[in-house]
């Protein structure tokens, strides 16, 4: 059973376990993200704010590239807050002005969608110009007091990016955590991660490592752990799939044993917090939350299934 020693810091920032929802733009709104806090995640995340976006508006609200309003509150904290963007003075105006709702900084270097590449948005093509990412990484470090993380691919078709080259930068340009995708950006959601290289980056550096790709049980998480060495383990896909997932792992890891319910079950109890949270947030009666938040979920959880069978490319 995993029982690491690794401190549960990021920057002066202590989480209360090891487990992160990924950032998945577009897929989870302020309730569904409070939801899985109650479910047992101990951090959420907003996923690719545009920096542009934040300066040109002269305002502070989180836009991201979909063009869609994000809210943080701070019953949801600790909750990161991704920015992307290629532009240093951008991303460092942008940080400053959104710092106030976000208890971490996230640097998106590992977004594979071509179309926000050629919109200059930077994202995974950067990876091939370390020096510029640390640029960016130091620029926005220097212009906030909350942790800045940057979360990486690990190639883009094979081992084609110099990925401890990469990660070192980031550590020396003040970045407080990396979070390594162990997919290269051809691979795009799907796919085998390499999970070797989150434990070579861990090997590279003093901050913690977040690992991320292909966790889909509580096995895989204490698996990534023993593997790789890494702090944290963010999960995306999954969470849509089993949303109980992160109490599953805590439960593991605490009792040694797998819950026996079906997935009905599962869903139902993920529901319940989802009620809550749907009832606080957004307001709606019951009705409301069964026709539009449920149906919604049961909508993005087929979404989630076919792009884990990878019959959906982004
Ligand atoms: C629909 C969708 C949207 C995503 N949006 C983001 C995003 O905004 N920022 C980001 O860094 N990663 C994004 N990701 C990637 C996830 O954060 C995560 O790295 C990826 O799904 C691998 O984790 P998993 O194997 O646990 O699903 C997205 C993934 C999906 C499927």
Redesign the pocket.
Known sequence: MHRSANPLHIGHLRLDNRLIL??????LRLSLRMAYRRAGAAMTCV??IDAGAIVKSGSDRLVNVLGRQEITNVAEEPVCV?LIGADTGLMAAAAERIEQQASIIDL?F??PIQRLVDRGYGASSLLGDPQHIEKIVAAVVSRVKVPVTV?IRVGFQGDDVDVLRVAKGCEAAGAAAIVV?G?TVSQG?SGT?CWDWIRRVKQAVSIPVVG????HSPLDAVAMLEQTGCDFV?????AFLNPMIFNQIHHYMTAGTLPSTSATLTLLKFFRHYWRTVRQIDGYGPRKFLKRSCRHFLHLRSY?QR?QEGTIA?
């Open positions: 990924a950032p998945m733009a577009g897929m996923g690719v991704q998106n590992s977004g979360k995708h997919r959601y991660p991320n790709g292909g966790v963010m999960i995306g896909t999954a989630m792009i982004l």
